[in-house]
């Protein structure tokens, strides 16, 4: 898995999705490129894929320079 930067912060998928989800997971996929742009800042998102419980898979959305972030639950 690659790190990336998130806020001035080094991350991995699993502490991304951490930030993302504001508790611990279980499991997480590799970040990627999420092809879109920040709907506060106009900066680039990551996404990553992760298993908040076991029997839940969540994508998440976080920006790299501001406090935004979102998932894809209904």
């Not at 990336?4 to 989800?21: D, K, N, P």
């Not at 920040?38 to 976080?62: A, I, R, S, W």
Request: aromatic share 6%; proline share 3%; hydrophobic share 35%.
């Amino acid at each position: 898995m690659s790190n990336r930067v998130v806020q001035g912060r080094m991350v991995t998928a699993e502490s991304l999705a951490e930030m993302i989800e504001g508790e611990d997971i279980m499991e997480a996929e590799a970040i990627t490129d999420a092809d879109r742009e920040c709907p506060n800042c106009g900066e680039d998102v990551l996404q990553v894929g992760y298993m908040p419980t076991v029997t839940e898979f969540v994508t998440g959305y976080k920006c790299q320079d501001c406090d935004w972030a979102e998932t894809d639950r209904e």
